[in-house]
């Protein structure tokens, strides 16, 4: 659970940080929500603890059996930093799959309090309904892309991809079972077959303006305790 714990840290101080922005995506404005985002084992693991707690087993089990396959990732956020680093040129192309996400409900996420990062890290300072588009404030996008390495490094070695994919991925391990018992058994073989593996973090791809901003917030999380030890100390092996 210390994982659970570094990413729920993780999650409290970007909130901290992030209300510097002036944003305007409020409740029922899903134009982001769809099947694209991508997350770790440990954020798929609070996402089926959760699921359990509220008694959302039938729910979330038929919301997953029901999902249409969305092609996967062709590299980890990792990966691709540590091409970038070695000087690799590399334009990985990721076909959008723009069909609702299967947690909204009513145009609401029935999973908000637990949502991945890769959700919430997508603010916009424009309604994006009126073209589509979001607008990003100014070097936000480097800081939040190098939070999204962070936590692939605390999931590395663990399944890393599409969020149905992990989640379809994760119900047959022990206590997922009530989830399970509403999902095809192939299914799930077919959503591990399309999961990639978290890498650990070869370095950030931020340049002088974005680390500037990054600071206060890398600053917080790593000073943070989890477990008696800094997050930096757990996250350097220590």
């Given at each position: 659970?210390?994982?659970?714990?570094?990413l729920?840290?993780?999650?409290?101080?970007?909130?901290?940080?992030?209300?510097?922005?002036?944003?305007?995506?409020?409740?029922?404005?899903?134009?982001?929500?769809?099947?694209?985002?991508?997350?770790?084992?440990?954020?798929?693991?609070?996402?089926?603890?959760?699921?359990?707690?509220?008694?959302?087993?039938?729910w979330?089990?038929?919301?997953?059996?029901?999902?249409?396959?969305?092609?996967?990732?062709?590299?980890?956020?990792?990966?691709?930093?540590?091409?970038?680093?070695?000087?690799?040129?590399?334009?990985?192309?990721?076909?959008?799959?723009?069909?609702?996400?299967?947690?909204?409900?009513?145009?609401?996420?029935r999973?908000y309090?637990?949502?991945?990062?890769?959700?919430?890290?997508?603010?916009s300072?424009?309604?994006?309904r009126?073209?589509?588009?979001?607008?990003?404030?100014?070097a936000y996008?480097?800081?939040?892309?190098?939070?999204?390495?962070?936590?692939?490094?605390?999931?590395?070695?663990?399944?890393?991809?599409?969020?149905?994919?992990?989640?379809?991925?994760?119900?047959?391990?022990?206590?997922?079972?009530?989830?399970?018992?509403?999902?095809?058994?192939?299914?799930?073989?077919?959503?591990?077959?399309?999961?990639?593996?978290?890498?650990p973090?070869?370095?950030?791809?931020?340049?002088?303006?974005?680390?500037?901003?990054?600071?206060?917030?890398?600053?917080?999380?790593?000073?943070?305790?989890?477990?008696?030890?800094?997050?930096?100390?757990?996250?350097?092996?220590?």
């Amino acid at each position: 659970m210390q994982k659970a714990a570094i990413l729920n840290i993780i999650y409290d101080r970007y909130d901290e940080w992030a209300r510097q922005f002036a944003v305007v995506c409020r409740p029922s404005c899903r134009t982001c929500c769809t099947r694209n985002v991508t997350m770790t084992t440990v954020e798929g693991e609070e996402i089926l603890r959760y699921a359990l707690r509220q008694g959302l087993e039938k729910w979330l089990g038929e919301a997953l059996n029901s999902t249409v396959e969305t092609a996967p990732p062709p590299v980890t956020t990792n990966q691709f930093a540590a091409a970038c680093l070695a000087g690799q040129e590399i334009e990985p192309e990721w076909p959008a799959n723009q069909a609702p996400c299967p947690v909204l409900a009513d145009d609401l996420c029935r999973i908000y309090t637990v949502r991945p990062f890769a959700c919430r890290l997508f603010v916009s300072s424009q309604r994006c309904r009126l073209d589509g588009a979001a607008v990003m404030p100014a070097a936000y996008t480097g800081v939040v892309s190098a939070i999204c390495q962070l936590i692939e490094h605390l999931g590395q070695r663990q399944y890393w991809g599409n969020m149905a994919d992990i989640l379809l991925a994760l119900v047959t391990r022990p206590g997922y079972e009530k989830i399970a018992y509403f999902v095809a058994p192939e299914k799930i073989t077919a959503a591990r077959n399309r999961l990639l593996v978290a890498e650990p973090l070869p370095g950030f791809l931020l340049d002088e303006r974005e680390a500037a901003l990054a600071a206060p917030l890398f600053n917080a999380i790593f000073h943070s305790e989890a477990g008696g030890k800094t997050v930096e100390t757990i996250l350097n092996g220590g």
